[in-house]
């Protein structure tokens, strides 16, 4: 053999190798068939299947038309010009159930980085609303299985210790930051 023999396997290797490069792009199916452009995004979700919903959202199709009646209906969250409540608060679940970026939001609904930021804000006021009535805080008092139990019980006034240091220091952060 000789070097240019050597030389032409080489190529051919390296053109076997990029063919099979861009057949497989060439061929690959896309995992999602949605269009992932403006409003348009919206529908194509709503109308699609269950399960593509549910991963893009983090919840039910009915689950999340309930939440956005609720907040309807309590006047914290309404339709404005161009932009409906389903999408408002399509871009708060998107956030936060992917941890997804402002920019990768302005690009999926084609809207500004303020716009997003300030329908996040909204959507984040209007369920921090709702706390007081979907969640209740823990009880004060520590419950007789974890005091009977000795084997949990010392963690427990540990964190029972904490949480009040914790508390005090809060109060008076709060504090000192209203002095100021």
């Known amino acids: 053999m000789d070097g240019c023999d050597i030389e032409l396997d080489e190529m051919e290797l390296v053109a076997a190798a990029a063919g099979y490069y861009y057949y497989d792009i060439l061929s690959r199916e896309p ?23 549910r991963e893009v959202f983090r919840m039910d199709k009915h689950v999340f038309r309930n939440l956005c009646d609720v907040l309807q209906r309590r006047g914290m969250l309404r339709d404005t010009l161009g932009v409906m409540k389903e999408e408002k608060l399509g871009i708060f679940l998107n956030i936060i159930g992917h941890n997804e970026r402002n920019r990768v939001i302005q690009d999926r609904y084609q809207h500004s980085g303020e716009t997003v930021s300030r329908y996040f804000n909204n959507v984040l006021k209007a369920i921090k609303s709702l706390s007081h009535e979907f969640l209740q805080s823990p009880p004060s008092t520590t419950p007789q299985e974890i005091l009977k139990n000795n084997r949990l019980h010392p963690y427990f006034k540990v964190y029972a210790r904490a949480s009040s240091f914790f508390f005090r220091f809060l109060v008076l952060v709060t504090d000192l930051c209203f002095v100021i």
Request: hydrophobic letters at 30%; glycine letters at 8%.
């Open 31 to 53: 995992k999602y068939t949605l269009s992932v452009k403006g409003s348009s995004f919206m529908t194509e979700v709503f109308d699609g299947p269950d399960d593509s919903f």
